[in-house]
């Protein structure tokens, strides 16, 4: 009897791992093209406001979904320093009928999500929020247990309802080394299976994007690499063409000059990717979005330097993604220098606030003095826009956050008709 | 609320916690129902909480799930269960099979090259039927262990034992790895001293 025993567990052991290796997933291709929301806008429209509302704080790396009712949903991670354990995923509300964000609210916090994957978790960061093909949110965050950002991986959290309410987080493990070093920043896309794919990127001793794949559970079912680690990209965005072919356009965080982002493409669904190029699009190393038009030109926003991110543009592609041209500088703090004096700085920033957000008047004081907190050191202050993400909530409505000097999420909401009327005005000379 | 997955990960490293426990200096020449006392006992407190947090599952924060190549091996070397010992020649092949199987994977998982291996281990046939052809060789040639580790690991992956549902996982993690390479290198260390 004994000697069959390991024979016998053998057959059961391979035949119940065939089993499931028969009926894993086979890849599928891209879902493309927007679900078309009804748009009441025929009038060009571009608002600015913050989307966040504490102060004496830092924020950033900021997601947003359009949801159900036509509000949008955003989440950004907040603390008294990116990395400190008192850092938590906060999230607010915005109504476009109003024009307002309502209060902004902790989503999740360190200890929570310590709780329920029943592990230690020093800090959070990187929140994702996308929509399923079920229709359920799925929140993508950071956590890292040990060491900095390169020992994170992903957690989950599902929402029925719109982002109410949230499951109990979970771990997705990604890496076999310690499951360390998977982050997320790009948003998520579809396949026609339902599954979906998840941008991702690894920051341990080499950087590289990758794709996960996800099953309607939030199971993955597989990991791409993108580029070799030699090519040392971040943070990829998937810009989806059709079911076939997308782009997907990667920070540079090499030394290399120029200092330009990474570029792959497919052609087959996302079986194969290309050789990673250089493109023309400037990049200091910095975070970039991204998204496809239904009428297939493609947007995206980027700091358009080889160094700093004290300037941030939004830019259209007619063809593909290869050629851009700057439609908007939405920030620019260049001729300010890469380090003012902390007058200068706040002599700076009463018009900029007021700029960036008229209904803050009455308490602008208190934004000047929270951003001076987190934009100087040592009497030295810097300007930083980063971290852009941009979504589309409908044909012609498009809205981005992203980071405002770390103190704030700043919102911009424009549409077609506004896009329209600078394109035929001939925006900036600039063009890649 | 624990899920089957988070019992079976915490529970994985408390035996571990508990079977490191016995082979400390003192403890390792105590009688074996002492032993087994010691663990039982160790494996039990590793469940207390210490704060927001139980000791095993801190430690899985810094560790993981550990596989079922690291737990089987600590198994055989805390002598606690009858004719599960290892011969040393026995052992030092299963420990060269992990040091492999790591040299393999964490490398290029880590990215070295444009391929990912750790990418196999999702429903992978190919991977699946070479492991299938590994255990079978170590059974064909009476390698217990080797056999019976990769196997048990196989079935582990296919009921979603732990939260991963990579057979990478299952097979080795990198503590293991880090004791196999060790392990060995100590070895070739005193052969080569030996024969100087």
């Known amino acids: 009897m004994r000697r069959l025993a390991l024979p016998g567990l053998m057959l059961v052991a ?27 806008q025929a009038a060009p429209r571009f608002e600015r406001r913050f989307a966040s509302s504490r102060l004496h704080t830092q924020v950033h790396a900021a997601s947003a979904i359009a949801l159900r009712d036509g509000r949008i949903r955003a989440y950004w991670f907040s603390g008294s320093r990116e990395g400190a354990s008192d850092v938590a ?27 329920a994957l029943h592990r230690y978790v020093s800090k959070l960061g990187n929140p994702v929020v996308a929509r399923a093909a079920d229709g359920s949110l799925q929140l993508f965050y950071v956590t890292v247990s040990l060491g900095g950002w390169a020992g994170s991986s992903i957690t989950l959290m599902t929402s029925r309802d719109d982002g109410a309410s949230w499951s109990a987080p979970r771990r997705l493990v990604t890496s076999p080394f310690i499951n360390i070093s998977t982050l997320v920043k790009g948003a998520p896309v579809l396949y026609e299976d339902g599954s979906m794919g998840v941008p991702v990127y690894h920051e341990f001793i080499a950087k590289f994007g990758e794709l996960l794949r996800l099953d309607a559970d939030g199971r993955v079912l597989d990991k791409q690499r993108l580029t070799s680690g030699a090519a040392r990209t971040l943070q990829p965005v998937v810009l989806v063409k059709n079911a076939q072919e997308a782009r997907v356009l990667m920070r540079y965080a090499g030394s290399e000059e120029p200092r330009r982002a990474v570029a792959v493409e497919t052609s087959d669904g996302g079986r194969h990717w290309s050789a990673p190029e250089k493109t023309a699009m400037r990049n200091s190393n910095a975070a970039l979005t991204g998204l496809v038009m239904q009428d297939g030109r493609m947007l995206t926003v980027f700091n358009d330097l080889e160094r700093g991110r004290d300037a941030l543009s939004l830019m259209m592609s007619s063809d593909g993604g290869v050629h851009w041209r700057e439609v908007e500088r939405l920030e620019d703090q260049l001729a300010a220098g890469s380090q003012v004096s902390e007058a200068q700085y706040r002599d700076r920033l009463s018009g900029l606030l007021q700029h960036s957000d008229p209904s803050i008047v009455g308490s602008l004081a208190q934004y000047v003095d929270s951003t001076v907190r987190t934009g100087c050191a040592n009497g030295q202050c810097r300007f930083e826009f980063s971290y852009p993400y941009l979504i589309a909530a409908g044909p012609d409505d498009f809205h981005l956050v992203y980071t405002w000097n770390r103190t704030f999420i700043k919102h911009v909401h424009f549409n077609r008709a506004w896009l329209e009327q600078r394109l035929e005005g001939g925006g900036h000379a600039v063009s890649h | 609320m624990l899920s089957l997955t988070d019992l079976s990960g915490l529970a994985g490293i408390s035996f571990a916690v508990s079977l490191m426990l016995v082979r400390l200096p003192g403890l390792r020449e105590a009688p074996a129902c002492w032993r087994m006392g010691m663990v039982v006992c160790a494996f039990a407190v590793c469940w207390l909480p210490f704060g927001a947090l139980s000791a095993a599952e801190f430690v899985r924060g810094i560790t993981g799930d550990l596989s079922v190549s690291s737990l089987a091996l600590l198994l055989a070397g805390s002598g606690l269960v009858k004719g599960w010992q290892l011969a040393e020649r026995a052992r030092s092949e299963v420990l060269l099979a992990i040091a492999l199987a790591a040299l393999s994977l964490y490398p290029f998982a880590l990215g070295i090259g444009g391929s990912d291996p750790y990418r196999w281990g999702y429903g992978n046939g190919w ?35 732990y939260e991963s549902g990579n057979l990478w996982d299952y097979l080795i993690d990198p503590w293991g790895a880090l004791y196999a390479l060790g392990a060995l290198s100590g070895q070739g260390w005193r052969r080569l001293r030996r024969q100087a």
């Open chain 1, 89 to 115: 995923i906060h999230g607010a509300v915005y109504d476009p009928t109003t024009g307002r964000w309502g209060a902004e609210q902790v989503v999740v916090t360190r200890e929570q999500t310590q709780q």
């Open chain 1, 14 to 40: 391979f035949s119940a791992a065939f089993f499931k290796a028969v009926s894993w997933p086979a890849p599928a291709q891209f879902q493309a093209g927007l679900q078309p929301v009804p748009s009441g």
């Open chain 2, 127 to 161: 991977f699946l039927g070479g492991l299938a052809l590994a255990a079978l060789g170590a059974w064909r040639f009476h390698r217990t262990l080797l056999a019976g580790g990769i196997s048990l690991a196989a079935l582990a992956w296919s009921v979603g034992w």
